[in-house]
């Protein structure tokens, strides 16, 4: 239980942990834990749009959340933050910028200031200066990485919107330590970059958007298994029943056995699974992971913890150069390859740094043997990672490795192809699988402390079997050897690098897989089922056991040289270890009086393959004589490696004969005659036994006699062909001496030449690499003989490829008549050059030219691409420059023709105003007059002439006319200066209605937004503005017609529309709709929409239209709500 830190609230959290499958009803465990010490930190990082993101998140958090959460955005260095003030706006939360040395506590926000880079400390924040490696400053990835370093798996990342590759690294540092970790979705990032990334990487286990990650971590503060991520508690939360169950289908759908790894880590990685999945019961989770296959890959690919990188702990690489690489070269011929093992490898980091870091070590040796790397790993999933060698930038690789080590690809780098080469990445399970073996290092970095301690003891002797007599071990910081010191001596204890002991370890390697059922017997187990349900070969497999253990005879089995490899019972009685140097040779070991014995029976087992058994041996055993039967069984076991097994017992005593007990009062008494008896009877034993094995060794010489006289007449015939034979090899000696003197020519003259052309092909190397043009070159049969490097990336050529015909490849390139034009180069040697768009649509001159031998023949054609794309667009610029000069010529040409007619109206507005208005009143008048008097004499005249009433109506329209084109003249001619005061919208739209006649064909109405504010505009002005509006669409509907006006807002605008069902507005005309003195109409005179727009402008407002002809046409008119903005 971790201690609570200063300043903890006193409330208390009780919790409800897994609920076992096999735990009783009522049987929960409960653990109290406060409040402040279980908390989740949440890091959480963002650059370009992650502020609008997290102010998204925030919103939708309580304020009594029980976990803190760190933002880390980039910032401006140069500038104080207001990120504090801005996020405090938006939640309840309480908000604080960092300074050094602040403590976390729940319900807190937490926010980076700039130019600083910040970490995690026992729950503190620690800020330093900004520091930037290679011009990249990564304070996501440094914060990150502190808060899964100190966190474990209750440290929770999250990535926002951004641009950068800042933080990939530090959220695979969490979820390699089992925290939980997301990305915000693609759909609601501004920016989507760096969360992609972060996905591509495998490293996020949830992507959501901002609110429902705010909904997430909610659910994560609540769940009850949280404040046991990284406690004691953790392993009672899983009973040991259901982690047996969970490891019997990890094995069957992996082939991989975890019942030997350390149970704490896979525990917590377990309650993580559990964790994202939102379940609360074992029972729920077993049946998830028995029907859903992709969930059980999933676990396993948690359990697999993947912490790696490039050059991780460089001190221990230095320690290499230092210490092992110059012990290895040691006496190393050039073709005598290293060899190097690294089990675990993970994605690779750690097996391409090793490959560098031996390259460049022997950049300084004259000796440059063969480097072969392998690589394993349980995971495929890893291993195709690994195998591709495609990585994000990392701040580990310094820039001069980077730049010689790798291949700049789409934003990543891949380790090139000659270290590669090197790196072979295999699958294998390093506790059941054979291992590798004569290596010349084994680098196993934090491996072992996942292992329990039966997977490491069986793990370090399979090591020391693999490694060369002078081979080397380098293990993580928390790993030693432990008890293996006796075959591993230290070479370096800081950086945990051993070297092989030079002894033989006795004990049998296992590399075997070994399961569950199989390392317990004999153990009590969970939930042991019923004796009745135990199945019977388990019977007699114990049943076995024990008559082995308890009545089988003492005996031993030895190999071809009669060295012990197993012992079996209590054989103390009939071996003892031989003084001197320490042996197992069984003959060495015997006791007094059976060697001679147990030498013969072993050479006639070894001879005839049969059982040989030997009786009434009597040895020497504690000062006294003993009575010894032994027996020697061959093994079934390969020729090569003939194996025996020698089981001893001791006689039976023999019963004492009537003869002997006669003479008890003879001269010398029973025990003495007894003695005596056991004396001759071992001597005349012993003489047998001697003359059995020097009969057995004179049938031996014997034979092997024979054997030597039928080799030596065999020999002696081979002397007399050899003897021929070498004449022969004379002969062919002097014959071979003359023609070695002509190929010593030969060869001199060759590798001058060869030096030539080495030459020649670093100088035309240099050439087309400084040329930077791709060229190809094909033979009289038109088939590719050879390109560029260039080419190589341009046409995405391969070594296939060569030798084939130039038309069967697709070069990306569409050149007409490319065949005509090749042939034609070729018959006539002249050079042809053609203009050609190729990939992504870039433009190259296509020059074509012959391809000339030394002796001028022409055995082909020379293609070279000389990239012209910029001079093209160049070109398209400036023939876009020209014709945009163009129009604007052509514009103010225009302009300064309306220039003039403007002038004049503005000259002549004042008079028009002067010189017609006052006569145009006086007709209207006297019209209005005439009419009067008309209507007045109806009654005294019945009869009159209906033409006078149509004349002056015919007089009055016109003078109408003729005043509304003086009133706009006028308004167009002077400088509007509106008054603003609050009117109402409605008020202001039917004002606009109620001065001009509405045929009754059209149907008008009008509606205004609920709410719609009182704007401050000039009424008059606008109002002649709607007015002009409104007029245009009745003459738009000479036939009848709708016409809708409606008002509404949109954020800080208010918008007017005007919607006809009139004839429509054609495209060409809509452009010049607006322009002074454009009009369509026989009696128009083109102002009308013009003033419109002028005095919509005058009130920063704006004039839209949307028209489509024969369907009707709609003018919006958008007016800012607030004047004074």
Known sequence: MRKRHAGAREGKLVSRPVESTTRKSGEVLVAERTRDDSFPIVGIGASAGGLEAFTQLLQELPSAINMALVLVQ????????????????????????????????????????????????????????RVEVDRRHTPIDQFLASLALQEKSR???????????????????????????????????????????????GCVDLILRPQDIAQELVRLSQHPYVPYLETETAEKLLPQSDLDKIFGLLRKATGVDFADYKHATIKRRILRRMLILKTSKMQDYLNNLKTNPG?????????????????????????????????????????????????????????????????????????????????????????????????????????????????????????????????????????????????????????????????????????????????????????????????????????????????????????????????????????RPAQSQIPEPEIFKEADRILLTKYTPASVIVNSELEIIQVRGRTGSFLEPAPGK???????????????????????????????????????????????????VPLKTDRAHPCFLVAFEEALPKPASPVSLGRAGGEKSRKEKRAEDLKVVRLQHELSATKDYLQSIIEDKEAANEELKAAN??????????????????????????TNEELTTVNEELQNRNLELTQVNNDMTNLNASTNVPVLMMGSDLRLRRWGPLADKLFNL???????????????????????????????????????????????????????????????????????????????????????????????????????????????????????????????????????AMKANSASTPEKDPRVGSALETIREQADFMNKIVSDLQDYAKQTKPTFVEYDMQRLINDSLSSIPVPKAVDVSSSVETGFPKLRVDPGLLRRAFTNIITNALQAMPDGGKLKIRAWTSQNIAAVS????????????????????????????????????????????????????????????????????
């Not at 699988?433 to 997977?455: E, H, M, Q, T, V």
């Not at 030693?480 to 004990?507: A, H, L, Q, W």
């Not at 009086?593 to 040895?619: H, P, Q």
Request: hydrophobic share 40%.
């Open 582 to 632: 320490a042996s197992l040779n069984v003959l060495k070991m015997a006791r007094e009086g059976m060697m001679t014995d147990l030498r013969n029976a072993l050479d006639r087992a070894k001879r005839s393959g049969e059982t040989v058994r030997k009786e009434a041996i009597a040895i020497r055993s504690d000062g006294k004589y003993l009575d010894v039967n032994l027996e020697v």
């Open 798 to 932: 391969k070594p296939s490829d060569l030798g084939r015909p130039i038309f069967d490849i697709n070069l990306g390139f569409q050149i007409p008549d490319l065949k005509e034009t090749i042939n034609e180069v070729v018959d006539n040697v002249v050079i042809k050059e053609i203009e050609a768009k190729g990939p992504q649509g870039h433009w190259f001159l296509v020059r074509i030219g012959p391809y000339r031998t030394a002796d001028n023949k022409i055995e082909g054609a020379v293609l070279a691409f000389v990239d012209i794309d910029r001079l093209k667009q160049g070109e398209a610029k400036l023939r876009a420059r020209s014709e945009h000069l163009e129009d604007l010529v052509e514009e103010r040409s225009r302009m300064l023709s309306n220039t003039t007619r403007l002038a004049a109206i503005g000259e002549t507005a004042g008079m028009v105003g002067h010189d017609l208005r006052n006569p145009l009143q006086t007709i209207i008048n006297t019209i209005h007059l005439a009419k009067e």
């Open 713 to 738: 007449e065999e020999i002696q015939s081979s002397n007399e062909e050899l003897q021929s034979t070498n004449e022969e090899l004379e002969t062919a000696k002097e014959e071979l001496q003359s």
């Open 295 to 527: 969930e059980v890959s999933s676990l396993f690919q948690d359990i697999l913890i993947n912490v790696t990188g490039f050059f991780r702990e460089p001190q221990t690489f230095d320690a290499l150069k230092q210490e092992v690489f110059p012990s290895i070269m040691k006496k190393r011929s050039a073709d005598d390859p290293i060899r190097i093992w690294i089990p675990g490898c993970s994605t690779g980091e750690e097996v391409y740094s090793l490959a560098i870091c031996l390259v460049e070590y022997l950049d300084h040796s004259s000796i440059h043997p063969p480097i072969q790397i392998f690589a394993t790993d349980v995971n495929e999933t890893v291993l195709e990672k690994a195998r591709d060698g495609v990585y994000a930038a990392s701040a580990s690789i310094s820039a001069e490795r980077l730049r010689r080590f790798f291949v700049g690809t789409n934003g990543s780098y891949q380790v090139n192809k000659s270290i590669r080469r090197m790196c072979v990445f295999a699958k294998q399970d390093v506790t059941a699988d054979p291992p590798f073996s004569k290596l010349d290092l084994i680098i196993c970095r934090n491996l072992l402390i996942y292992l329990g301690p039966a997977l490491q003891k069986k793990l370090l002797p399979i090591f020391h079997y693999s490694l060369k007599p002078a081979g080397f071990l380098v293990l993580g910081d928390f790993e030693t050897v432990g008890e293996f010191d006796n075959i591993f001596k230290v070479v370096n204890k800081r950086f945990k690098i051993y070297s092989k002991r030079p002894v033989v370890t006795r004990k049998p390697l296992d590399f075997s897989t070994t399961y569950i059922a199989e390392r317990k017997i004999g153990k009590p187990a969970v939930n």
């Open 1058 to 1125: 005007f919607q006809d069902t009139g004839i429509g507005i054609p495209e060409d005309v809509k452009a010049k709709m607006f322009s002074p003195l454009f009009t369509t109409r026989e009696k128009g005179v083109g102002l009308g929409l013009a003033v419109t727009k002028r005095l919509i402008e005058s009130h920063r407002g704006e004039i839209k239209v949307f028209s489509k002809v024969g369907e009707g046409t709609t003018l919006t008119v958008e007016l800012p709500i607030d004047m004074r903005r």
């Open 74 to 129: 980039h910032l401006d260095p140069t500038y104080k933050s207001l990120l504090t003030e801005l996020l405090s706006r938006t939640t309840k939360l309480a908000v604080e910028e960092v300074t050094d040395g602040t403590r976390v506590k729940p319900g807190h926000v937490y926010v980076i200031p700039p130019n600083t880079t910040m970490t995690i400390s026992k729950r503190v924040l620690h800020l330093t200066p």
């Open 155 to 201: 440290a929770i990342g999250i990535i926002l919107s951004g641009t950068s590759m800042d933080g990939i690294h530090g959220l695979r540092a969490i979820k390699d330590e089992g925290g939980i970790t997301i990305a915000q979705d693609e759909k609601s990032a501004k920016y989507y970059d760096l969360p992609r990334s972060a996905v591509a990487a």
